[in-house]
């Protein structure tokens, strides 16, 4: 189901999309070697808090955290535990949050300590491919061109483009119609329409895009074991153009 927001919904969205990108400011500056992930995960749960807001991601379909964590070769959904972070590791933090029914998603991806150019360079990508799909979330474009231009910057590196999780809709509830994939064909999919609310996601790979879920039901990593890259924001589709609503 797609909902289609107000300007009254898109204000509730972007108080909590602000809490949101408090919580990745704050995660980003507090990692470091010796970080447990779990110290980051209390950390993440006092700003919701803070923030007059609610989580979305702790006991959603069972997740047991505010955030997921993923460390190197994990692509999403790590669970935060007593584990340190190290120096040349590289942390994907997703976080949301909920204010008076409404939903804010977001992640980003960064370096802990000093890591190899080709990690640096991931994450560069990754990022690019986020805004330039961003930028295209217009009225009347379609979905199909939005995944094309993602998998293209992939493509330009070499890079896996992860089919197994996607980007999505969002509104009332964390997730809604429609799949906003990394790939697809140009001309193809579903128009974007006013007043939709939807979470761009490239999920972008060193080697190949095949993934597999560990025994916890949570963590998907990659086949291959190489680095992945995430980032997310969510995006409110508007005549004025696309406005990201998990800035702060």
């Known amino acids: 189901m797609i ?24 995660l980003r500056e507090k990692s470091a070697p010796g970080v447990s992930l779990i ?9 919701i808090k803070d923030g007059g ?4 991601f ?3 379909h069972g997740f047991p955290a505010h955030t997921c964590l993923s460390v190197n070769e994990e692509i999403v959904h790590g669970i935060p535990s007593e584990r340190t972070l190290k120096d040349g590791d590289i942390l994907s933090v997703d976080a949301g949050a909920v204010f008076e029914g409404w939903h ?9 300590g000093e890591v190899a150019d080709e990690a640096e360079e991931l994450i560069a990508v990754t990022e690019r491919a986020m805004w330039v799909a961003i930028e295209m979330s217009t009225v009347g474009a379609r979905l199909g061109d939005i995944g094309h231009a993602i998998s293209a910057v992939a493509d330009l590196s070499g890079y896996g483009v992860v089919r ?6 969002i509104g009332l509830q964390m997730h809604e119609d429609p799949q906003v994939l990394n790939y697809g064909r140009p001309g193809k ?12 996601e490239p999920m972008f790979n060193l080697g190949t895009h095949e993934t597999r879920t560990l025994d916890d039901g949570w963590t998907v990593v990659t086949a291959d074991g190489a680095l992945s890259a995430h980032w997310e924001h969510t995006v ?5 153009g696309p406005e990201v609503l998990t800035v702060p």
């Open 39 to 47: 110290e980051l995960d209390r950390l993440a749960a006092t700003i």
């Open 164 to 169: 197994s999780h996607t980007g999505h809709g």
């Open 3 to 26: 909902t289609i927001k107000k300007p009254e919904d898109f204000a509730r969205m972007r108080r909590a999309g602000r809490v949101v990108a408090r919580i990745l400011e704050a």
């Open 53 to 56: 807001c609610t989580p979305n």
């Open 104 to 112: 804010a998603d977001a992640a980003l991806t960064f370096p802990i």
């Open 189 to 200: 999919g579903m128009r974007l329409r006013d007043g939709m609310a939807i979470c761009i």
């Open 236 to 240: 409110a589709v508007t005549h004025d």
């Open 58 to 60: 702790l006991n959603y």
